[in-house]
């Protein structure tokens, strides 16, 4: 069974940093490209960044480079999503997952919450 669990979501405030981990199981992780995701409240999904199967390669929409790197721990079916410069609209709920095809998700997990207030 497919499953991946979001963590480290968080109230921080504005250039703060916050690091969301997610943890994979049920599949091979570690020859899937994986994707984070975010989704303000009342918004649709927003595609942040995904990284290679090796971690060769990660891309980032134009809003967070720079300040958000993703990374990958293959031999822990782990991936990770460090952000500085927390930025209020930074807030929202985050997804990892995989099989992004420029909308949606195939498989994601249940989200984690990053707040940016002061």
């Known amino acids: 069974q497919v499953q991946l669990v979001e963590s480290g979501g968080a109230v921080v405030q504005p250039g703060s940093s916050l690091t969301l981990s997610c943890a994979v199981s049920?599949?091979?992780?570690?020859?899937?490209?994986m994707t984070w995701v975010r989704q303000a409240a009342g918004k649709g999904i927003e595609w942040v960044g995904g990284?290679?199967?090796?971690?060769?390669?990660?891309t980032y929409r134009d809003s967070v480079k720079g300040r958000f790197t993703i990374s990958r721990d293959n031999a822990k079916n782990m991936m990770f999503l460090e952000m500085t410069d927390l930025r209020s609209e930074d807030t929202a709920t985050y997804y990892c997952?995989?099989?992004?095809?420029?909308?949606?998700?195939?498989?994601r997990g249940q989200g984690t919450q990053v707040i940016v207030s002061s």
């Open positions: 990284i290679s199967s090796s971690a060769s390669f990660t």
């Open positions: 997952g995989r099989g992004w095809d420029g909308s949606r998700l195939s498989d």
């Open positions: 049920g599949f091979n992780a570690r020859h899937t490209r």
